[in-house]
């Protein structure tokens, strides 16, 4: 048998733990797909003495001097499933400029700092994989890295974060606010203790620009990816979008545009959405993710499965791990970095979107004329308009509720027309303003 393929792990706790039991029960298998024994060389942790459980593996493994590990002469590959920017990136710029290959599930780093990870794969000539980073266990960036190389990337729409979709999810089946369904999702485990990665959306974009980058091979940063969170939706945002056979999801965007010079460029975005019940996405439940891929030739594509959790994660991990021992035995290297295009990422202002806007309104003669206005004065196209008496403690006698869908605007037309509209006598409040996807 050739000799092992010897790998640094650098993490043991939900993924790391899970990588470690994988290698165990499966390691008569992973060695004849892979052509020689995966071995474990040593594992960092933070604290060594932490209870880990009935773990198959010998404690002398462990290490908290996971430079030391990194650097040594008889480790291929490392596998990191630490997380963060710092001393993440540091170990894995000097893993790769060594020449070893790199495993991660980092997408923190990955969306911040990229660049500086292929830069040192490149130098050192080993291989630099990901696959868990974005949408766990979904076989998905291999996908737009190799099976759609030979095709266009027009458009990724996505539900990239578990926790998020758990509690939209929760709030459309069962009415219930934002505060109240975080609080199921705590209780369940799906929330942190500190949710504000996910509920604010840094997680989501931090996998929007890991995806922009391979779709449209261009570096994209989690500082280019627009940003909006999910605790401003309510519980009404959510009832309109039933009225008008929607749902609500948190979607990460990347798209294809020109300028106004018509040069190409891309946009990226995170926030919350409209998107009919009949669309794809919309049926994307519980703590599950999708990603829906638009392409010239291929089509539409839909990737399903779970995004998060320690199995899962670890099978993304393995995979990885596997196809880059693999490249090492035959002496090989994956395709490195594909960003030649360099598109530069346009303003959120210039994305081309739809809203759907609920006002409170007094209910006399003259009003739509006044609202219709605002919209024309910034060249918004109204596509349709609803009006519903007001109802409940919060409408007054003589007000209506104007529920007006627009027409594909830039973003900053469209908010330029709900700030005037604030700014209207007839206009009691702007109840609700999301934004539209998918069709309607
Ligand atoms: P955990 O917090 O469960 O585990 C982190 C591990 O890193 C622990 O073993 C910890 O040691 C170790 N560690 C932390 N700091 C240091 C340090 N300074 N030196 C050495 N070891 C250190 O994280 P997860 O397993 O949940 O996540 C790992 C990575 O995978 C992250 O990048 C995450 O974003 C990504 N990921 C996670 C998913 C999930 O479902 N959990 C899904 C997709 C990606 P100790 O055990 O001693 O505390
Ligand atoms: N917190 C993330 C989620 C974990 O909820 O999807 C996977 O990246």
């Given at each position: 048998m050739t000799s092992p393929v010897r790998l640094a792990l650098l993490g043991c706790g939900t993924v790391g733990a899970e990588v470690v039991r994988l290698l165990h029960?499966?390691?008569?298998?992973?060695?004849?797909?892979?052509?020689?024994?995966?071995?474990?060389?040593?594992?960092?942790?933070r604290r060594i003495g932490r209870d880990r459980g009935d773990l198959p593996v010998d404690p002398a493994l462990f290490t908290t001097d996971a430079l030391g590990l990194i650097k040594r002469d008889d480790v291929d590959v490392v596998v990191e499933v630490v997380g963060g920017i710092e001393p993440a990136r540091g170990w894995l710029v000097e893993a790769l400029r060594a020449g070893k290959s790199v495993v991660t599930a980092n997408k923190a780093l990955l969306a911040?700092?990229?660049?500086?990870?292929?830069?040192?794969?490149?130098?050192?000539g080993g291989d630099l994989y990901y696959e868990a980073s974005v949408a766990g266990a979904i076989p998905l960036l291999r996908p737009l890295r190799e099976s759609l190389h030979g095709d266009r990337i027009t458009r990724v729409t996505?539900?990239?974060?578990?926790?998020?979709?758990?509690?939209?999810?929760?709030?459309?089946?069962?009415?219930?606010?934002?505060a109240e369904a975080l609080e199921e999702a705590t209780e369940l485990g799906y929330a942190?203790?500190?949710?504000?990665?996910?509920?604010?959306?840094?997680?989501?974009?931090?996998?929007?620009?890991?995806?922009?980058?391979?779709?449209?091979?261009?570096?994209?940063?989690?500082?280019?990816?627009?940003?909006?969170?999910?605790?401003?939706?309510?519980?009404?945002d959510v009832a309109s979008a039933k009225a008008m056979g929607c749902t609500i999801k948190l979607l990460c965007i990347a798209a294809r545009g020109a300028d106004g010079q018509g040069r190409?460029?891309?946009?990226?975005?995170?926030?919350?959405?409209?998107?009919?019940?009949?669309?794809?996405?919309?049926?994307?439940?519980?703590?599950?993710?999708?990603?829906?891929?638009?392409?010239?030739?291929?089509?539409?594509?839909m990737f399903y499965g779970r995004g998060a959790g320690g199995a899962p994660t670890a099978s993304a991990v393995l995979g990885d791990v596997v196809a880059v021992a693999r490249n090492?035995?035959?002496?090989?290297?994956?395709?490195?970095?594909?960003?030649?295009?360099?598109l530069p990422v346009r303003p959120m202002g210039e994305a081309l979107t739809r809203y759907h806007i609920s006002l409170d309104?007094?209910?006399?003669?003259?009003?739509?004329?006044?609202?219709a206005g605002v919209f024309a004065r910034h060249d918004v196209s109204i596509a349709t308009v609803r009006q519903v008496p007001a109802a409940g403690a919060?409408?007054?006698?003589?007000?209506?509720?104007?529920?007006?869908?627009?027409?594909?605007?830039?973003?900053?037309?469209?908010?330029a027309t709900v700030r005037e509209l604030r700014g209207l006598d007839i206009v009691r409040a702007v109840a609700s303003v999301l934004r539209v996807e998918g069709g309607l």
């Open positions: 029960e499966q390691s008569a298998d992973l060695a004849a797909r892979v052509g020689a024994p995966l071995e474990i060389a040593g594992i960092a942790v911040e700092d990229g660049g500086a990870l292929h830069d040192a794969a490149a130098e050192g996505g539900i990239v974060n578990g926790t998020t979709n758990f509690i939209l999810s929760a709030m459309h089946a069962t009415g219930a606010g934002f942190e203790a500190d949710p504000t990665a996910d509920v604010e959306g840094f997680d989501a974009a931090a996998k929007a620009a890991i995806l922009a980058s391979l779709a449209f091979h261009s570096r994209v940063a989690a500082a280019d990816v627009h940003r909006e969170g999910i605790t401003e939706v309510t519980a009404a190409e460029t891309v946009s990226v975005r995170v926030h919350p959405a409209m998107i009919p019940v009949t669309h794809p996405l919309a049926s994307v439940g519980d703590a599950f993710n999708a990603v829906f891929v638009e392409a010239e030739a291929a089509g539409q594509l090492r035995l035959a002496g090989v290297r994956a395709a490195s970095e594909s960003a030649y295009a360099d309104v007094a209910d006399r003669p003259g009003v739509l004329e006044s609202v919060a409408g007054a006698a003589g007000d209506a509720v104007l529920v007006i869908v627009t027409h594909v605007a830039p973003d900053a037309a469209l908010a």
